[in-house]
């Protein structure tokens, strides 16, 4: 088939996001919209990959700096030729180039690979991608004769007959690397913008005797660009459904899938079933038979088989068969729980790991501990795991049992069997099948209600003190 190099092009201002952050560094479903278009283009059979980079440069390269990408710099945003101009060295020895945008994530390496077919069995010096709208406005219109393509106009430039063409210009080409790079030294900026127009070499290469054809995709959502938040929020709308029907189509259940955000990375096992209102982020993947209920936010995390997380926050946390937690349970990173551990409602947990078929059923706050099985801690139960300059670590062994209201102040080691009468404070190892109580001794007084009641309501002055 042959081999080409493609040009991504990221360099543009992207003004209308109003926003600090590179355009091309926008996330869609978990990723920066550039990371897309380099992936199809590697996909579509890329030997190389080259992306022009301008506005925030920098940090785009930091961003792309493990994926094998070659950059190269626009100083100075002149349009869409110039900025093409910029890769000539970095493609050399390419005899094809496929020219691509860094703010179109939702193109296909299918797609490409059949441009790129196309273009080698036809051997035009230019095939142009492109796709027929309803409404073209704002698009180059592709100006035809006898097949070919003798021109692409841009809207601003187009006259009114041309504006009524519905077939538009995607903005991928394929070129012959040469003569593209010959017809580019050829463009001027003679245009409104001021701008050195990619669009022009159509026509210099029809000047030239050159052949220019189209290529037409009949899927328009591939050719989406992306210049504000609004065509952002379109893009990210299309890549979700994608994303969620596939996920269903391999045997998970969505109950709404419009409520519910998954990331591209997130994967998920069959007869799951997860509820409306749910967001899946990241590196996530989630057994078979588990159910994701309420507003759960699940974020970089491994979740096992038949687990139920209800109305939860779960991240960078791995959590073992069979598991229950919730609701309104939030397990920070480095959470660790074992099958058939049970986190009940308004306990948080933190850089911790938690033993077999243990029970934390509410109202608690674990933090840099060593659970073993068996557990049981009460509610109200407070590792109190921060000194103010230091983490400690509290360790509790198997089938100990933790009373309501305790405080556990680490460095501690609760061990094997032990109990922990309820409202203690500890500050001390408690030893195997051993009670420990660490409270005020209880004192009752008979009849003080009483007397009170009677210093109050009949011996007040000085304005209600007592007498």
Same mark, same amino acid.
Not at 235 to 240: D, E, I, N
């Given at each position: 088939?042959?081999?080409?190099?493609?040009?991504?092009?990221?360099? !543009?201002?992207?003004?209308?996001?109003?926003?600090?952050?590179?355009?091309? #560094?926008?996330?869609?479903?978990?990723?920066?919209?550039?990371?897309?278009?380099?992936?199809? =283009?590697?996909?579509?059979?890329?030997?190389?990959?080259?992306?022009?980079?301008?506005?925030?440069?920098?940090?785009?390269?930091?961003?792309?700096?493990?994926?094998?990408?070659?950059?190269?710099?626009?100083?100075?945003?002149?349009?869409?030729?110039? *900025?093409?101009?910029?890769?000539?060295?970095?493609?050399?020895?390419?005899?094809?180039?496929?020219?691509?945008?860094?703010?179109?994530?939702?193109?296909?390496?299918?797609?490409?690979?059949?441009?790129?077919?196309?273009?080698?069995?036809?051997?035009?010096?230019?095939?142009?991608? &492109?796709?027929?709208?309803?409404?073209?406005?704002?698009?180059?219109?592709?100006?035809?004769?006898?097949?070919?393509?003798?021109?692409?106009?841009?809207?601003?430039?187009?006259?009114?007959?041309?504006?009524?063409?519905?077939?538009?210009?995607?903005?991928?080409?394929?070129?012959?690397?040469?003569?593209?790079?010959?017809?580019?030294?050829?463009?001027?900026?003679?245009?409104?913008?001021?701008?050195?127009?990619?669009?022009?070499?159509?026509?210099?290469?029809?000047?030239?005797?050159?052949?220019?054809?189209?290529?037409? &995709?009949?899927?328009?959502?591939?050719?989406?660009?992306?210049?504000?938040?609004?065509?952002?929020?379109? =893009?990210? *709308? #299309?890549?979700?459904?994608?994303?969620?029907?596939?996920?269903?189509?391999?045997?998970? &259940?969505?109950?709404?899938?419009?409520?519910?955000?998954?990331?591209?990375?997130?994967?998920?096992?069959?007869?799951?079933?997860?509820?409306?209102? =749910?967001?899946?982020?990241?590196?996530?993947?989630?057994?078979?038979?588990? #159910?994701?209920?309420?507003?759960?936010?699940?974020?970089?995390?491994?979740?096992?088989?038949?687990?139920?997380?209800?109305?939860?926050?779960?991240?960078?946390?791995?959590?073992?068969?069979?598991?229950?937690?919730?609701?309104?349970?939030?397990?920070?990173?480095?959470?660790?729980?074992?099958?058939?551990?049970?986190?009940?409602?308004?306990?948080?947990?933190?850089?911790?790991?938690?033993?077999?078929?243990?029970?934390?059923?509410?109202?608690?706050?674990?933090?840099?501990?060593?659970? !073993? =099985?068996?557990?049981?801690?009460?509610?109200?139960?407070?590792?109190?795991?921060?000194?103010?300059?230091?983490?400690?670590?509290?360790?509790?062994?198997?089938?100990?049992?933790?009373?309501?209201?305790?405080? #556990?102040?680490?460095?501690?080691?609760?061990?094997?069997?032990?109990?922990?009468?309820?409202?203690?404070?500890?500050?001390?190892?408690?030893?195997?099948?051993?009670?420990?109580? *660490?409270?005020?001794?209880?004192?009752?007084?008979?009849?003080?209600?009483?007397?009170?009641?009677?210093?109050?309501?009949?011996?007040?002055?000085?304005?209600?003190?007592?007498?």
């Amino acid at each position: 088939m042959g081999e080409f190099s493609a040009v991504i092009l990221a360099a !543009g201002e992207g003004t209308r996001m109003k926003s600090n952050t590179p355009k091309v #560094l926008h996330k869609i479903c978990g990723y920066p919209m550039l990371h897309y278009v380099v992936n199809c =283009a590697r996909e579509a059979g890329a030997d190389k990959i080259v992306v022009v980079v301008g506005r925030g440069a920098e940090e785009v390269k930091k961003a792309f700096e493990n994926e094998n990408v070659k950059f190269v710099l626009q100083p100075e945003q002149k349009g869409t030729g110039h *900025a093409l101009m910029q890769a000539e060295e970095a493609v050399k020895g390419s005899k094809y180039i496929m020219v691509l945008y860094g703010d179109m994530p939702l193109i296909k390496p299918q797609t490409l690979k059949n441009l790129f077919n196309f273009h080698i069995e036809h051997q035009p010096a230019a095939t142009v991608l &492109t796709c027929e709208f309803d409404n073209p406005y704002g698009y180059g219109r592709i100006i035809k004769k006898e097949g070919r393509v003798v021109a692409i106009r841009e809207e601003k430039d187009a006259k009114k007959e041309e504006k009524l063409i519905k077939e538009i210009n995607s903005g991928i080409y394929c070129f012959e690397t040469e003569k593209v790079f010959s017809a580019l030294k050829n463009v001027k900026n003679e245009n409104r913008q001021g701008e050195y127009y990619l669009t022009d070499v159509v026509e210099i290469f029809n000047n030239e005797g050159e052949k220019v054809l189209a290529f037409k &995709t009949e899927n328009p959502n591939e050719v989406h660009g992306i210049n504000d938040r609004v065509q952002l929020a379109k =893009a990210r *709308a #299309l890549m979700q459904r994608e994303i969620v029907e596939n996920l269903m189509r391999d045997g998970v &259940t969505f109950i709404n899938p419009e409520s519910c955000v998954v990331d591209a990375r997130v994967k998920i096992g069959r007869d799951t079933v997860v509820y409306p209102g =749910a967001v899946i982020e990241g590196e996530t993947q989630i057994g078979e038979s588990c #159910l994701i209920l309420g507003n759960s936010v699940i974020r970089d995390s491994k979740i096992g088989n038949n687990v139920e997380i209800l109305s939860s926050f779960v991240v960078e946390s791995e959590i073992g068969d069979g598991v229950k937690i919730g609701p309104f349970a939030n397990l920070r990173p480095g959470t660790r729980l074992s099958s058939h551990v049970k986190i009940g409602d308004f306990v948080e947990v933190k850089n911790s790991t938690v033993g077999e078929g243990t029970k934390i059923p509410h109202l608690s706050y674990v933090g840099d501990a060593e659970i !073993g =099985a068996g557990v049981n801690i009460g509610a109200g139960v407070i590792f109190v795991n921060y000194d103010g300059y230091k983490k400690h670590k509290t360790v509790v062994q198997d089938n100990a049992f933790i009373g309501c209201n305790s405080n #556990l102040i680490a460095p501690l080691k609760i061990e094997e069997g032990a109990y922990v009468a309820a409202g203690s404070t500890l500050t001390k190892d408690v030893p195997g099948k051993a009670l420990a109580i *660490a409270r005020a001794k209880q004192e009752n007084k008979p009849g003080w209600v009483e007397k009170r009641k009677k210093i109050f309501e009949g011996g007040k002055t000085n304005g209600g003190e007592q007498a």
